[in-house]
């Protein structure tokens, strides 16, 4: 069964091994107009399950999906993919895993628990996104593919995540 939205109740049933990760955004409010928010917005592939053939492929449902964290703290990117002496392509990142540690001595969101989270990637290696934030919500943005690799198919519409 497809679970098109998921929210932060929802993470320990959750994985991100060996997602894609296409874009990166942040989004920040407007104190003068009176919105206070703090976002980190990512689009991802989100692989929701992993199918195993009798004759041992792996073939997996895929889509593309839009991660959004909100009341972000402490951003800290590292992406390096390295010098090649400008020869060699850059690489879409893939996600090793995501953690998280709740804060307890939280200084901001006293109304619900605060969380220290962790990217880790697989691709580059040792890449990481950390930061701060209260929680997050993932939605799917097409119903998901059967797909013979681990990224939504580039022939197929991708709708943009913003």
Same mark, same amino acid.
């Given at each position: 069964?497809?679970?098109?939205?998921?929210? *932060?109740?929802?993470?320990?049933? +959750?994985?991100? @091994?060996?997602? *894609? +990760?296409?874009?990166? &955004?942040?989004?920040?409010? $407007?104190?003068?107009?009176?919105?206070? @928010?703090? =976002?980190?917005?990512?689009?991802? $592939?989100? /692989?929701?399950?992993?199918?195993?053939?009798?004759?041992?492929?792996?073939?997996?449902?895929?889509?593309?999906?839009?991660?959004?964290?909100?009341?972000?703290?402490?951003?800290?990117?590292?992406?390096?993919?390295?010098?090649?002496? !400008?020869?060699?392509?850059?690489?879409?990142? *893939? /996600?090793?895993? /995501?953690?998280?540690?709740?804060?307890? $001595?939280?200084?901001?969101?006293?109304?619900?628990?605060?969380? =220290?989270? &962790? /990217? !880790?990637?697989?691709?580059?290696?040792?890449?990481?996104?950390?930061?701060?934030?209260?929680?997050?919500?993932?939605?799917? &943005?097409?119903?998901?593919? +059967? !797909?013979?690799?681990?990224?939504?198919?580039?022939?197929?519409?991708?709708?943009?995540?913003?």
């Amino acid at each position: 069964m497809v679970v098109p939205h998921v929210e *932060t109740a929802a993470f320990d049933a +959750l994985s991100w @091994h060996d997602n *894609t +990760l296409y874009g990166l &955004r942040a989004e920040i409010g $407007d104190p003068d107009r009176g919105t206070w @928010h703090s =976002r980190l917005l990512l689009d991802i $592939d989100y /692989i929701l399950e992993w199918v195993c053939a009798t004759d041992g492929r792996a073939r997996f449902q895929v889509a593309p999906a839009s991660l959004v964290f909100e009341d972000v703290t402490d951003l800290r990117l590292s992406l390096d993919q390295g010098d090649s002496g !400008c020869s060699v392509a850059i690489q879409l990142p *893939t /996600i090793d895993r /995501i953690e998280r540690e709740r804060l307890s $001595d939280q200084k901001i969101c006293l109304d619900r628990p605060y969380w =220290r989270w &962790r /990217i !880790c990637f697989n691709q580059p290696q040792g890449g990481l996104i950390a930061f701060g934030a209260s929680g997050f919500r993932q939605s799917l &943005r097409v119903e998901p593919a +059967l !797909c013979e690799e681990q990224r939504y198919p580039s022939d197929r519409p991708r709708p943009m995540p913003w």
